[in-house]
């Protein structure tokens, strides 16, 4: 039944500005341990969230990850909800711990076989699977030993990465190393407000050379080995700009946006890192070695950017705190949509980008489920201008390949807890029942309205013959 029938507001003529090519790829994306749960099952071992989620006062709801979404055991249910969406991808990422428990040696086959039937599930639907390698769950028995500050986790993750290719890689469509390398570097080690709670900027800089030095590496031993699948790295970007136009702010945020996109766009493409930022971090510099940089430069395959909003800096403030005129969202995160074609087009033109996909976008707002249905309209426009934001910046030459929304379920969100909802299906954590919001229902009726406009121009073409 298409419940939008009952929703005569959701439903408008698909604007033209909306349509994008047949090819692109439209996905849903979560993470593993956001929804997974099943923390101490099957051989799983700790990762860096679960000890975290222990710290007094470090989740805001004093919840953890060891049910979340209960995904470990819903996983077939799942993979009919994301089909029934009518999306063509998914994005998710493994649980390094679940499949190798200590970070290093041992296997574990019950681990690599809940990741083979999500990949295999996958296809047996059509959907492609787009896999991250690292999103943000270190094993413990890792960060017991230095986690990404030392260099030698850089060879774990290559091991790692190596492993994952080999039990999944023939079902991949894509592989990235890490998301968001900047939120593991500085809010994981300088900020100290996710795992593994560290707050210092010396750490912080140098967990960023080896995350980046493992993803270069993982990328080429993947080659070596034989993986031809497009490979690459996920971003967290954001435009930024100053509060005021006084010197300190506008100099901040040049030095901030060097700190959030150029550290890592520049060495990705081969120019090294942003000489300011090199000068204005002093001492707190990461140490690298000889032939560091080469090893980081290797040719993307594809790259993620994950967008959600702007950043207004300021000088007297740590953070971009500032009385926004802008509407917000549940993060209290400003709601830009003209940010995400502003930052497309800015990469595109300082950087030779290669296929380039909106790996993760969304908002989180108060849904609440009132006789089985969740109204969510603010979020179904952030949708809908957001979305219209890529198709101007894929008018306008950019490479981008696809739109993966943030996200299929409301999940763990980190240091925030469960009372976050950036899902598009809404999960009761007491029953674990999903229901699809109504901008689930947005979803599908744009992406059939998209498939109608394509068959109908296929159906014109074979007319003409
Ligand atoms: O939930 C996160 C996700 O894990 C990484 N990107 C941002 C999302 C919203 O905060």
Redesign the pocket.
Same mark, same amino acid.
Request: proline content about 0%; overall charge negative; aromatic content about 22%.
């Given at each position: 039944m298409n419940r939008l029938a009952d929703s005569p507001a959701l439903l408008s003529t698909l604007d033209p500005a909306m349509i994008f090519p047949a090819d692109f790829v439209w996905g849903v994306a979560t993470?593993a341990a956001?929804i997974e749960g099943a923390a101490r099952e099957d051989g799983r071992g700790e990762s860096i969230w679960d000890r975290f989620c222990r710290v007094p006062g470090a989740i805001a709801d004093g919840s953890d990850i060891d049910v979340a979404c209960d995904h470990y055991h819903r996983l077939e249910q799942d993979l009919d909800l994301i089909a029934s969406l009518g999306v063509k991808a998914y994005r998710f990422s493994v649980s390094w711990s679940r499949v190798q428990p200590a970070g290093s040696g041992a296997w574990n086959p019950k681990g690599l076989d809940f990741y083979g039937r999500l990949v295999e599930g996958l296809r047996a639907r059509g959907l492609q699977a787009h896999l991250t390698l690292n999103?943000?769950d270190l094993p413990q028995a890792l960060q017991d030993e230095g986690g990404w500050a030392a260099r030698h986790t850089v060879d774990r993750f290559v091991e790692y990465a190596l492993g994952v290719a080999d039990h999944l890689g023939d079902g991949l469509t894509s592989l990235t190393t890490h =998301?968001?390398p900047w939120?593991v570097a500085m809010l994981g080690h300088d900020h100290g407000i996710f795992a593994p709670g560290i707050k210092s900027r010396a750490t912080a800089m140098q967990v960023s050379h080896h995350l980046l030095l493992s993803h270069g590496r993982a990328l080429r031993a993947l080659r070596s080995a034989g993986f031809d699948k497009p490979a690459g790295i996920v971003l967290?970007l954001a435009p930024l700009l100053p509060a005021t136009p006084a010197p300190a702010d506008v100099a901040k945020t040049r030095i901030e946006d060097g700190l959030l996109l150029r550290w890592y766009l520049d060495p990705l493409f081969g120019r090294g890192y942003p000489q300011d930022v090199w000068e204005h971090l002093g001492a707190d510099a990461p140490r690298v070695e000889p032939g560091d940089l080469d090893e980081i430069a290797q040719p993307l395959g594809m790259l993620g950017i =994950?967008y959600?909003s702007r950043s207004v800096v300021s000088a007297g403030t740590p953070y971009d705190v500032h009385a926004s005129p802008l509407p917000l969202t549940d993060?209290d995160w400003e709601i830009y949509p003209q940010g995400l074609a502003e930052l497309l087009l800015r990469l595109h033109r300082d950087y030779p980008l290669p296929s380039t996909y909106v790996t993760?976008n969304?908002g989180?707002f108060p849904d609440r489920l009132v006789d089985g249905r969740v109204h969510d309209a603010d979020r179904i426009e952030y949708l809908r201008e957001h979305i219209g934001a890529v198709g101007m910046a894929l008018r306008q030459g950019v490479p981008m390949a696809g739109y993966m929304v943030?996200?299929l379920l409301d999940?763990f969100?980190?240091a925030?807890g469960y009372a976050?909802r950036?899902g598009i299906v809404h999960v009761d954590y007491e029953t674990q029942r999903r229901t699809l919001k109504d901008s689930a229902l947005w979803l599908r009726q744009l992406l059939q309205q998209q498939a109608a406009v394509h068959a109908a121009a296929r159906q014109g073409a074979e007319g003409k013959c």
């Open positions: 993470s956001q999103h943000w =998301n968001e939120v967290n =994950n959600y993060m993760e969304g989180a943030w996200s999940n969100e980190w925030s976050k950036f």
